[in-house]
């Protein structure tokens, strides 16, 4: 169908959004209109630091709550977003909501944490992004060490631009991961001079790190190197005690996953927090830690 609407050829028609019964025209108006209506939220996801055992970040994800479709997946609306353009309105509301946010737990008296954000390609490669970053990061009063971006690899094919644009970013103070690590196509090579402060191991590896001897090795592989380049590393999507385990004895510096905390809205997250240690001492995985 999307096929048939000539200009309004999307890459990702997806079948939930068709199964809304709305066409992507309509979704189009509803999107427009949806900063003003107050439709987005952000939920976090903490990240725990596998040598401590403590929360040392959280993840911003935006949802978009519609008072008829109800709670619609980014992975539906963010593609219809960077179509139209949409994308830095809204990814700009999730980098001044996150940072703004983030600075309330401060002042709240929580130890600081550091929050990461997504950015599109769009956003990325804005010919003002570093001033938006900037801007938004004054306006919160965050200091730029608790703002982290995340980019992915398939944004990393211009080198020559990508590390003009994370110099200005890494200039401002912040840190910078590669998000769905091992998904993409980057380049070993690059990856080295790109001024970056961690790698996130993609979910789908880490779903099958006890079944699949290939995925383990991957991991095992990412987290080595991450080491030799002086990279922090992330799993993503830890969804067992098991998988928890083997990352820990494979080094991982942190991980995030359903099995700690799924991503909540910020109030639910203040009080779910204190109880993140707690699920990992009742897992009794904090026994290796060196206190
Ligand atoms: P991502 O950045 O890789 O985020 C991780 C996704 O995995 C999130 O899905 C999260 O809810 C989910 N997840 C976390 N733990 C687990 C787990 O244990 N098991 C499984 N199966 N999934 C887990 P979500 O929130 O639906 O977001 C999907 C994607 O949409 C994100 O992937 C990101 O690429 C994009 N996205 C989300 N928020 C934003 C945003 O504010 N801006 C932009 N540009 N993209 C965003
Ligand atoms: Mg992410
Ligand atoms: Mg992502
Ligand atoms: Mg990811």
Known sequence: QAKQEGKHTYRFYSESIESTGYTLIEMETKLHKALERNEFILHYQPQVNLETGEVCGIEALIRWNHPQMGFVSPADFIPLAEETGLIIPIGKWVLSTACRQNKELQDKGLPPIVVSVNLSAIQFYQHDLV???????????????????????????????????????????????????????????????????????????????????????IVQTIIAMAKNMGLRVNAEGVETKEQFLLLQQHFCNEVQGYLLCKPLPLDSLLEKLPEVRLTLEKLGVLQSLNE
């Open 131 to 217: 001033e938006v970053v900037d801007g938004v990061l004054k306006e919160s009063g965050l200091d730029p060490r608790y703002l982290e971006l995340e980019i992915t690899e398939s944004m990393t094919m211009d080198v020559s631009r990508t590390i003009k644009i994370l110099n200005g970013l890494k200039k401002l103070g912040v840190k910078i991961s590669i998000d769905d690590f091992g998904t993409g196509y980057s380049s070993l090579a690059y990856l080295k001079k790109f001024p970056i402060d961690k790698l996130k191991i993609d979910q789908s590896f880490v779903a099958e790190l006890l079944k699949d001897s290939n995925d383990a090795t």
